[in-house]
Structures are given as structure tokens and as C-alpha cells.
């Protein structure tokens, strides 16, 4: 049972923090993880992707693997009151014939 | 590029009814597309595989004779929900591969 495992919040950080935000997986053969950003009542959208140990950035965010911890994080630098969401962590097994399996996501709010 | 385009976002239906509905690739072809379900204040649980020209792979627990899929070109999948109940009642979103996973903008159905 593969299992991806997220701080549910809510997560409280002022404007112009850095927001950090975890997640833990339980299935070792994972090879790639994912984040996206989901407001209510709407359908997730991709933030990035992951497949290496180590960091990845893309403007303000900046994912982080460690596959020996089983452990992927989400950074957001200088954070907006619009990066208030839910932040949805998803990883799939090797050749993606699975679709993704997700967290229960952690809910940011950044405060003005 | 990597849109995917799902129809109709919202619905309501009587109890005993049928609902269909239709996930496109727009401008990619999509081999397999995904089905997920999201309660309120929970995350997305994949429901589904749709296969291009063969049948689709359901998670465990999720009725295959309820939730009929149909993928019957290589930009088309669509779930039926048969003989909806209340229970039903969820946001369905479908999904497909692309350099990430491309979502759908969702559907909520409500039955009544």
C-alpha cells in the first residue's frame, strides 16, 4: 500500500516568508515526485516535478528530494498572500503506468 | 500545450440517474488517462486507468459496473456514473500524461 504522508496544517506564514512544506512517502520505489497547488474548488495545478536527490528550482520554488529519507519538501520563497492554497504532494512508481498517488495536502495561508 | 479540457464542471442529478462525463486531450494524444475523486477536505483517490482501445484498470473498492469508462480514441476518455446515489456526490477529475500530469478542470457532481 503506497502511502504519501503531509502535514495537513493549516501552515501560517507572513508576506515575504519563506513557506516550507513536507512530505514523506512510503513506497521505495518511487521515482518521481510531484507538487501542485490546489485552491478550493478547483482542480490541482503542477507547480514541478522531481526525479533526483538533491534541489530543483524554478523561480520562487525550489523542491528538495532525499530518496534515502524518503522525504521530499516544497520551498516558496517570498511568499504571496495569492500562494495561499493547499499544497498537494504526488509520487509515482517507475514507469507511471499507476497515476499518481497524493497526500491529503497541507493548507498555506500566507498572511498580508 | 498539455491541455486537457473536461466537460461539463458542474451537474446535478436525481438519485437513480445516469451522468457522463468527457475528458479531452486537446492538443496531445493521450494513450491513458486517469480518474481521480476528491471528497471535500480530502485528497484526490485514484479511481481508474482508462486504456486507449482496452478495458480500464480500477483501484481496489471502486465498482467497475458503477463507474463505466470509455476510452475510445486516443483524446477521448469518459466515465459514466450509473444509477448515481447521493454518496456520489464528489468533485471527479480526470487526468493525463504529459511531461507531468496535466489535470482537467474538474467535475462537481451533486446528486440529489
Known amino acids: 500500500q503506497k502511502e504519501v504522508e503531509q502535514n495537513s496544517g493549516p501552515l501560517s506564514v507572513p508576506e515575504g516568508a519563506i513557506a516550507s512544506l513536507n512530505c514523506t512517502y512510503s513506497?521505495?520505489?518511487?521515482?518521481?515526485f510531484f507538487w501542485y497547488r490546489q485552491y478550493s474548488g478547483k482542480s490541482p495545478e503542477l507547480i514541478m516535478f522531481i526525479y533526483s536527490n538533491g534541489d530543483k528550482e524554478d523561480g520562487r520554488f525550489t523542491a528538495q528530494l532525499n530518496k534515502a529519507s524518503q522525504y521530499v519538501s516544497l520551498l516558496i520563497r517570498d511568499s504571496q498572500p495569492s500562494d495561499s492554497a493547499t499544497y498537494l504532494c504526488?509520487?509515482?512508481?517507475?514507469?507511471?503506468?499507476?497515476?499518481?498517488?497524493f497526500g491529503k495536502g497541507t493548507h498555506l495561508i500566507i498572511q498580508p | 500545450g498539455a491541455v486537457v479540457s473536461q466537460h461539463p464542471s458542474w451537474v446535478i442529478c436525481k438519485s437513480g440517474t445516469s451522468v457522463k462525463i468527457e475528458c479531452r486531450s486537446l492538443?496531445?494524444?493521450?494513450?491513458?488517462m486517469f480518474w481521480y475523486r476528491q471528497f471535500p477536505k480530502q485528497s484526490l483517490m485514484l479511481m481508474a486507468t482508462s486504456n486507449e482501445g482496452s478495458k480500464a484498470t480500477y483501484e481496489q473498492g471502486v465498482e467497475k459496473d458503477k463507474f463505466l469508462i470509455n476510452h475510445a480514441s486516443l483524446t477521448l476518455s469518459t466515465l459514466t456514473v450509473t444509477s448515481a446515489h447521493p454518496e456520489d456526490s464528489s468533485f471527479y477529475i480526470c487526468?493525463?500524461?504529459?511531461?507531468?500530469?496535466?489535470f482537467g478542470s474538474g467535475t462537481r457532481l451533486t446528486v440529489v
Open positions: 487526468s493525463a500524461r504529459r511531461v507531468g500530469y496535466t
Open positions: 513506497d521505495r520505489g518511487s521515482q518521481s
Open positions: 504526488a509520487v509515482i512508481s517507475e514507469g507511471g503506468a499507476d497515476g499518481l498517488t
Open positions: 492538443d496531445f494524444q493521450a494513450t491513458t
